[in-house]
């Protein structure tokens, strides 16, 4: 069966100071790899989708950006963090290839980003 | 005008109730409907999808569409304290949208309590 790990649970960081978030999945190959934030009392967000290794896109203009090193690891970065930057960050999988399942996504435990 | 809208809540319901949870969208595309849980500080879990009109069921929960009125419902019977939890609607179009990657559109989520 696939898992959906990330990692830190919980960060708290200073304005200012660099960021970086994983996300690895196991059990699947060539999986689509997203990153979401959601603020409190807010819907998720999309912030950026991978279809394959070296391939990001971002959908909302912003202080972060992600990689894709692997094929099953998807990091989401920051070089100066700022106060808005706060939010619970998801990472999901789909499996790839464009199909029906490809709509379906798979959240991981999320991360907890508190800027001070 | 939101592409998705769902009633925030909160929602408290006494353990036993039947609980309706609703969502209403705007855009015809949307053919492939989620439902996902969400328990406080976790990332969401997918709890049902579905493709077509009319109702999906599966243990205490139903889903169902009515692409007609562009609205769908998940009902919990036998409601739990266990099922206290956000829920969260989730659409697309069908087959990604002819994109090779799965685009959501959320709903904003809404908080349900079951007390004892």
């Known amino acids: 069966s696939q898992t959906i790990h990330q990692w830190p649970a919980t960060l708290v960081q200073p304005v200012g100071s660099p960021l970086s978030l994983e996300c690895t999945v196991e059990g699947t190959s060539n999986p689509n790899l997203y990153w979401y934030r959601q603020a409190a009392g807010r819907g998720l967000q999309l912030l950026f989708y991978s279809v394959g290794i070296g391939q990001i896109s971002s959908e909302v203009p912003q202080n972060l950006s992600a990689s894709r090193p692997q094929d099953r690891q998807f990091i989401l970065s920051s070089k100066k963090l700022l106060l808005s930057d706060s939010g619970f960050y998801l990472c999901?999988?789909?499996?790839?290839?464009?199909?029906?399942?490809?709509?379906?996504?798979?959240f991981g435990p999320g991360t907890r980003l508190t800027v001070l | 005008q939101k592409e998705v809208e769902q009633d925030p809540g909160p929602l408290s319901v006494p353990e036993g109730a039947i609980v309706s949870l609703n969502c209403t969208y705007s855009?015809?595309?949307?053919?492939?409907f989620m439902w996902y849980r969400q328990y406080s500080r976790k990332g969401p879990e997918l709890l049902m999808y579905t493709y077509s009109s009319g109702n999906k069921e599966d243990g205490r929960f139903t889903a169902q569409v009515d692409k007609s009125s562009k609205y769908i419902s998940l009902f919990i019977r036998d409601s739990q304290p266990s099922d206290s939890a956000t829920y969260l609607c989730?659409?697309?179009?069908?087959?990604?949208?002819?994109?090779?990657?799965?685009?959501?559109?959320f709903g904003q989520g809404t908080i349900l309590t079951v007390h004892p």
């Open positions: 999901a999988w789909s499996p790839g290839g464009g199909g029906p399942s490809t709509d379906t996504q798979y």
């Open positions: 989730a659409m697309s179009p069908l087959n990604a949208g002819g994109t090779s990657y799965g685009k959501l559109t």
């Open positions: 855009n015809s595309a949307f053919q492939y």
